[in-house]
C-alpha cells in the first residue's frame, strides 16, 4: 500500500458520510476539512476508477448507481477495521451495561448463541435485553438502548446501520412429533391433518401463513413469546414456523413445505456512541449472528 491507495480510502470515507447526509457541506462539516478538499478527493477517486461516483444538483450530492455498488464493497473495510480494534482491546478492561432492544417478532431467530464464550472474552459487560413489540402500541424507543435489531429502517438523526440481513424461516417439528404422526406431505396436508402452532404476528410476515391459519383443521395454540414456541414445538406439540437456524438445532426441518419470508432484521446503533468499547463488542457479536442466520 502507498500514499495514493491511502488517499482512496480517504475518499470512499468521504463518500460515505455525502451518502448519509446527501451532501458535502454536512461531510465537510462532520470531517473539519472543506468543500474543496472533498471534491479534490472524490475527482481523484473517480479519475483512478475511471467513471463517476457522484453526481450533484441544487438537492445536495448523491451516489450513482456504480457509486452505491462501491460503498456496498467498501463494507469489508469497516469490518476489517472493527476486528483490529476489538483485537487491540483486552476484553476483560470494557466494562459497562450495554441495552439492546431485540423485536418481538424476530427474537427467536437471536436466541443467546455463543454468549457463554462472549461473556468469557467480556466479562466486565452486562447485557440488558429488552423485547420491542414493534406491533403493538408499546414499544421501547431507540433513544432508550444503545443498539436495536429492529424490522424498520430508523428515522433518528444520530442513528446508523450496522448491517442488515434478510431472515428466512420453516416448517420445522420435534422428531418425536414426525415419528407418531409423520410428516405431511404438502400445505393441504399440514392443514388437513396436523396440529399447528403458531406465532403469533408471523402471518404479517410470511407469506400465505395467515391463510393457512384460517384453514387449519388444528390451530388451537398460539402465543407471542419466541422461546415459549420454541419450547412448545421441541415438546412435541406439533409443527410451526422458525428460522432456519434451528435446523442446527435438533429440530426436524420440513424443507419440502414452502415458507417465504419478507423479514429483514436491522442492526442498529447511534453515530455517537458505537465506537465505544463495550457497545463495538456486542455489535460485533450481533453481526456475527446475523451472518449465521
Same mark, same amino acid.
Given at each position: 500500500? !502507498?500514499?495514493?491507495?491511502?488517499?482512496?480510502?480517504?475518499?470512499? /470515507?468521504?463518500?460515505?458520510?455525502?451518502?448519509?447526509?446527501?451532501?458535502?457541506?454536512?461531510?465537510?462539516?462532520?470531517?473539519? @476539512?472543506?468543500?474543496?478538499?472533498?471534491?479534490?478527493?472524490?475527482? !481523484?477517486? #473517480?479519475?483512478?476508477?475511471?467513471?463517476? @461516483?457522484?453526481?450533484?444538483? @441544487?438537492?445536495?450530492?448523491?451516489?450513482?448507481?456504480?457509486?452505491?455498488?462501491?460503498?456496498?464493497?467498501?463494507?469489508?473495510?469497516?469490518?476489517?477495521?472493527?476486528?483490529?480494534?476489538? !483485537?487491540?482491546?483486552?476484553?476483560?478492561?470494557?466494562?459497562?451495561?450495554?441495552? @439492546?432492544?431485540?423485536?418481538?417478532?424476530?427474537?427467536?431467530?437471536?436466541?443467546?448463541?455463543?454468549? $457463554?464464550?462472549?461473556?468469557?472474552?467480556?466479562?466486565?459487560?452486562?447485557?440488558?435485553?429488552?423485547?420491542?413489540? &414493534?406491533?403493538?402500541?408499546?414499544?421501547?424507543?431507540?433513544?432508550?438502548?444503545?443498539?436495536?435489531?429492529?424490522?424498520?429502517?430508523?428515522?433518528?438523526?444520530?442513528?446508523?446501520?450496522?448491517? +442488515?440481513?434478510?431472515?428466512?424461516?420453516?416448517?420445522?417439528?420435534?422428531?418425536?412429533?414426525?415419528?407418531?404422526?409423520?410428516?405431511?406431505?404438502?400445505?393441504?396436508?399440514?392443514? +388437513?391433518?396436523?396440529?399447528?402452532?403458531?406465532?403469533?404476528?408471523?402471518?404479517?410476515?410470511? #407469506?400465505?401463513?395467515?391463510?393457512?391459519?384460517?384453514?387449519?383443521?388444528? !390451530?388451537?395454540?398460539?402465543?407471542? $413469546?419466541?422461546?415459549?414456541?420454541? &419450547?412448545?414445538?421441541?415438546?412435541?406439540?406439533?409443527?410451526?414456523?422458525?428460522?432456519?437456524?434451528?435446523?442446527? &438445532?435438533?429440530?426436524?426441518?420440513?424443507?419440502?413445505?414452502? /415458507?417465504?419470508?419478507?423479514?429483514?432484521?436491522?442492526?442498529?446503533?447511534?453515530?455517537?456512541?458505537?465506537?465505544?468499547?463495550?457497545?463495538?463488542?456486542?455489535?460485533?457479536?450481533?453481526?456475527?449472528?446475523?451472518? &449465521?442466520?
Amino acid at each position: 500500500m !502507498n500514499i495514493k491507495d491511502i488517499n482512496l480510502l480517504q475518499a470512499i /470515507c468521504y463518500l460515505q458520510i455525502i451518502e448519509k447526509y446527501s451532501g458535502k457541506k454536512q461531510a465537510a462539516q462532520k470531517f473539519g @476539512v472543506s468543500i474543496d478538499t472533498l471534491n479534490k478527493y472524490i475527482d !481523484n477517486l #473517480e479519475q483512478e476508477l475511471g467513471y463517476k @461516483v457522484l453526481s450533484s444538483n @441544487v438537492r445536495g450530492s448523491f451516489l450513482t448507481p456504480r457509486g452505491k455498488e462501491l460503498l456496498k464493497k467498501s463494507a469489508i473495510i469497516e469490518s476489517l477495521l472493527d476486528d483490529v480494534k476489538s !483485537n487491540a482491546e483486552d476484553g476483560k478492561e470494557i466494562a459497562g451495561e450495554v441495552r @439492546v432492544a431485540i423485536s418481538s417478532i424476530a427474537a427467536s431467530a437471536l436466541f443467546s448463541k455463543d454468549l $457463554v464464550s462472549f461473556h468469557e472474552q467480556y466479562p466486565q459487560i452486562k447485557l440488558l435485553h429488552l423485547i420491542r413489540n &414493534e406491533d403493538g402500541q408499546k414499544t421501547i424507543p431507540f433513544s432508550d438502548v444503545d443498539i436495536a435489531l429492529s424490522l424498520s429502517l430508523p428515522t433518528d438523526s444520530d442513528s446508523v446501520i450496522i448491517c +442488515s440481513k434478510k431472515v428466512e424461516f420453516g416448517f420445522f417439528a420435534a422428531p418425536q412429533y414426525i415419528s407418531k404422526y409423520g410428516c405431511p406431505q404438502d400445505m393441504q396436508d399440514l392443514i +388437513s391433518n396436523h396440529q399447528i402452532i403458531n406465532k403469533i404476528g408471523y402471518e404479517k410476515y410470511i #407469506e400465505g401463513w395467515e391463510d393457512v391459519l384460517k384453514k387449519a383443521k388444528s !390451530n388451537n395454540f398460539a402465543t407471542n $413469546v419466541s422461546y415459549y414456541m420454541y &419450547e412448545v414445538l421441541k415438546s412435541g406439540l406439533g409443527i410451526g414456523i422458525m428460522p432456519l437456524r434451528f435446523k442446527q &438445532e435438533g429440530m426436524f426441518h420440513l424443507e419440502h413445505l414452502p /415458507c417465504q419470508s419478507n423479514i429483514s432484521l436491522h442492526l442498529i446503533t447511534h453515530q455517537g456512541s458505537k465506537d465505544i468499547p463495550k457497545n463495538r463488542a456486542v455489535l460485533n457479536y450481533y453481526k456475527d449472528l446475523l451472518q &449465521e442466520l
